[in-house]
């Protein structure tokens, strides 16, 4: 085998030939050379199980916080817009039943998406509703037999 130039293609070519031979040797025989060299096969196994761990509780860490990260961008942008409904809660709440009377399948979707009835909301749920509502252009004004 001629030895290839770029430093990746030898080192990639290595990797290889140790795969190859990792790929031949038996369990017995790897335990004998491990016992041979006094390692403790058990140790190091467990070390070795405790880095992939390691590395797949980081890596699930990682892309829960850039799940976190997306819905507070989300949650920014209805918090920024302007929202137009009433300023007191019992206002706002009477604007929430009154958009869901006039759309009967979405007030049966809300309920199951909360795991409660409309009526429990508490006010902030009720705005969080509203504006999640406004941002997908569903509140009064607009014709709800237009809709999909």
Do not use: W
Request: aromatic share 2%; proline share 5%; hydrophobic share 40%.
């Amino acid at each position: 085998m001629t030895s290839p130039s770029d430093p990746r293609e030898h080192l990639a070519a290595l990797m290889d030939v140790c795969a190859e031979n990792a790929e031949s040797i038996t369990d017995d025989e790897l335990l004998k050379e491990a016992a041979t060299t006094g390692a403790d096969a058990r140790a190091e196994s467990t070390r070795i199980r405790g880095l992939l761990f390691g590395a797949l509780v980081k890596a699930k860490k990682a892309q829960l916080a850039d799940a976190a990260r997306e819905h507070q961008k989300g949650d920014a942008v209805l918090t920024r817009r302007a929202l137009r409904t009433p300023a007191a809660a019992p206002e706002r709440r009477a604007l929430l039943m009154q958009e869901l009377e006039r759309r009967p399948q979405m007030k049966d979707a809300l309920a199951e998406l909360q795991h409660r009835d409309v009526p429990s909301f508490s006010d902030a749920d009720v705005e969080s509703v509203l504006k999640q509502l406004e941002a997908l252009g569903l509140l009064s004004g607009e014709d709800p037999k237009n809709e999909p």
